[in-house]
């Protein structure tokens, strides 16, 4: 696999600079790397050790930290902030103005919309769908495989990986867990320490192991765009 600095492919055709050379900030050590090529924008922080992959897209005003790994074919809109450490699967996207903090992993083929805020040591599995405005706190876990397959032995394979669904404005505290296929409803609050085990409406608390309903969200409480 060949490894390359940020002139060896601009002078390769392989980077386009979206914006002005002055406002880019690239580590001299960021490794850009994989087939594809890889579109920058204006006023964008790329921080020493990151490695981004071919196929990638880097909106204005983005920031990448420290050692951050973007896979292949991943799309960051404007304003995003990748925390130091994060690994982003290849095919994640991530919407405008999206925190993703320190350590965090995605593991791919993950929609997270527009403003959502996804806090550090997050673990997001393959194949989810986060809306907009989301507040995710640390520790977060979610898991797509129902019964654990390993590569080695696939004794289940009729049991298809499934991602999850969050919806807009959902906010879900510190250390939840939350289990394959299960959809959270926009507006719905998620105790800290729960596990989600089966789907939440729109607009209400739960929280426990497994979460249980609590009360309704009063809208007075909603999240505003
Ligand atoms: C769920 C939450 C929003 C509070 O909901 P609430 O309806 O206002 O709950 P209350 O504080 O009035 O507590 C009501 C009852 O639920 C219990 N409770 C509160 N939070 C709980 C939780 N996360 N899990 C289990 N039980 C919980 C309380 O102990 C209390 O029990 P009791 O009736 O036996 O005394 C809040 O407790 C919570 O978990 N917030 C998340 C905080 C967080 O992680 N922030 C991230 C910062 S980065």
Request: hydrophobic share 35%; with cysteine.
């Given at each position: 696999m060949k490894?390359n600095?940020l ?14 050379w002055r406002s880019?900030?690239?580590h001299r050590?960021?490794?850009f790397?994989g087939?594809g090529s890889?579109?920058?924008g ?5 921080k ?9 897209d880097?909106g204005?005003?983005?920031?990448i ?10 799309q ?10 994060c ?7 991530v ?6 903090g320190h ?6 083929c993950?929609t ?7 806090h550090a ?11 907009n ?5 640390p520790?977060f ?21 499934t ?5 807009d ?9 939350v289990?394959?296929?299960v959809?959270?409803g926009?507006?719905?609050v998620?105790?800290?320490?729960s596990?989600v085990?089966c789907?939440i409406p729109a ?6 192991s497994?979460?249980?309903y609590?009360r ?8 505003i765009?």
């Amino acid at each position: 696999m060949k490894l390359n600095t940020l002139l060896d492919c601009v002078e390769n055709s392989q980077i386009t600079i979206n914006g002005s050379w002055r406002s880019l900030s690239v580590h001299r050590t960021v490794i850009f790397t994989g087939e594809g090529s890889i579109t920058i924008g204006d006023n964008v922080q790329i921080k020493s050790g990151a490695v981004i992959y071919g196929g990638t897209d880097i909106g204005d005003d983005t920031i990448i930290g420290h050692n951050a790994v973007i896979e292949h074919d991943c799309q960051l809109g404007r304003g995003v902030f990748i925390g130091n450490g994060c690994t982003l699967r290849p095919e994640t996207v991530v919407g405008n103005e999206c925190t993703l903090g320190h350590l965090s992993v995605v593991e791919g083929c993950t929609t997270i919309g527009n403003g959502s805020l996804i806090h550090a040591q997050c673990h997001i599995t393959k194949g989810v769908t986060i809306g907009n405005n989301v507040f995710i706190a640390p520790l977060f876990v979610g898991a797509n495989d129902p019964v654990m397959q390993h590569r080695r032995c696939m004794v289940f394979g009729k049991f298809k990986p499934t991602g999850y669904r969050i919806g807009d404005n959902a906010r879900i505290g510190i250390s939840v867990s939350v289990l394959p296929g299960v959809s959270i409803g926009s507006n719905a609050v998620i105790g800290a320490g729960s596990l989600v085990t089966c789907d939440i409406p729109a607009g209400q608390v739960w929280m426990g192991s497994p979460a249980s309903y609590r009360r309704d969200v009063p809208p007075e409480e909603y999240l505003i765009d």
